[in-house]
């Protein structure tokens, strides 16, 4: 089955600063990448996605990339905010099912 | 429309309670999902029902069982749980198709077992 690997498990930067999140993903037929971020006691908030047809894909601040041949994809904020702050998991799928990776703790500084 | 919601927001059940936990959406998904989600860890998938069917069982214990009453409602019913179960409980919904699809969650039950 799909197992995706997720890196760092804590990230701390400036306000300003870019922040990079990596996923890795096992199964070579998944075509699906969503990121969500999480806030302390709120729900998962779908923030970008990309299916495997694509290789980038960009929101305003953020970006994701996507490496089918190396089976990685990333997350890029720039120009962080003190209200990026949270938790950010990637998630892979080819199906109805999602399988996520294990989340990044994101601190932006003032 | 872009919203699932989830009731109660908070529970907390004895071990030999019975109590239920919903989930409603009005996007037009005819896939339902329930997760549960633990402390500092990423959502972990219990059911998926498509068109009211279940059709992913993750192997829950049979004290979680669950319904899907029509395409827009998601009952979790809860009876004998043990305190390892206390955790948050999240409903997402999302459109069936022979792809993936963008999975939006509600906000969660945080269920509290003593």
């Known amino acids: 089955g799909e197992n995706v690997e997720q890196h760092p498990s804590t990230l701390s930067v400036q306000e300003g600063d870019s922040a990079v999140i990596k996923c890795t993903y096992s199964?070579?037929?998944?075509?699906?990448f969503p990121w969500y971020k999480q806030e302390l006691g709120k729900r998962p908030q779908l923030i970008i996605d990309?299916?495997?047809?694509?290789g980038e894909k960009k929101d305003q601040r953020i970006a994701v990339t996507l490496n089918k041949t190396a089976k990685h994809f990333s997350l890029h904020i720039t120009e962080t905010q003190p209200e990026d702050s949270a938790v950010y998991f990637c998630?892979?799928?080819?199906?109805?099912?999602?399988?996520f990776g294990t989340g990044t703790r994101l601190q932006v500084f003032p | 429309d872009t919203e699932v919601t989830q009731t109660p927001k908070h529970l907390v059940m004895g071990m030999t309670n019975k109590k239920s936990l919903k989930c409603e959406q009005h996007?037009?998904?005819?896939?339902m999902y329930w997760y549960k989600q633990k402390a500092k860890k990423p959502p972990e998938l219990m059911f998926v029902?498509?068109?009211?069917?279940?059709?992913i069982n993750e192997s829950v214990p049979s004290r979680f069982s669950p319904e899907c009453p029509n395409s827009s409602l998601l009952n979790l019913h809860l009876h004998a749980l043990q305190p390892e179960d206390s955790a948050l409980y999240l409903c997402?919904?999302?459109?069936?198709?022979?792809?993936?699809?963008?999975?939006?969650f509600g906000p969660g039950t945080r269920l509290t077992v003593t």
């Open positions: 997402a919904s999302s459109q069936v198709s022979d792809r993936a699809y963008e999975q939006y």
């Open positions: 199964d070579s037929a998944s075509n699906y």
């Open positions: 990309i299916r495997s047809n694509v």
């Open positions: 998630a892979a799928s080819n199906t109805d099912k999602l399988i």
């Open positions: 996007m037009g998904h005819r896939a």
């Open positions: 029902y498509s068109y009211e069917k279940l059709s």
